[in-house]
């Protein structure tokens, strides 16, 4: 049985040094490149900001104030 250990133990301490190596292998060098229109790159209009909506601003909930 103890020798059973050993070699399992072996066997896994040499799995992890392979696995501590191969982390250390430098990345392969890739480049993505995707193209972006002329029209993704326009701002957004001032009237897509504005928000209509009404929000309680009180502790009660009969009285609600609406923000703009």
């Keep these: 049985m103890r020798r059973v250990r050993i070699v399992l133990g072996m066997i896994i301490l040499i799995f992890s040094i392979l696995l501590?190596?191969?982390g250390f292998l430098p990345a392969?060098?890739?480049v993505?490149?995707?193209?972006i229109?002329?029209?993704?790159l326009?701002?957004?209009t001032p009237i897509s900001f504005?928000?209509?909506a009404a929000f309680s601003l009180?502790?009660?909930l009969s009285q609600l104030?609406?923000?703009?």
């Design 28 to 30: 392969r060098h890739e």
């Design 37 to 40: 229109s002329p029209t993704e």
């Design 20 to 22: 501590l190596l191969w």
């Design 58 to 60: 009180s502790a009660s």
């Design 65 to 68: 104030v609406p923000v703009f």
């Design 50 to 52: 504005r928000f209509d």
């Design 32 to 35: 993505r490149s995707q193209p």
């Design 42 to 44: 326009q701002l957004p």
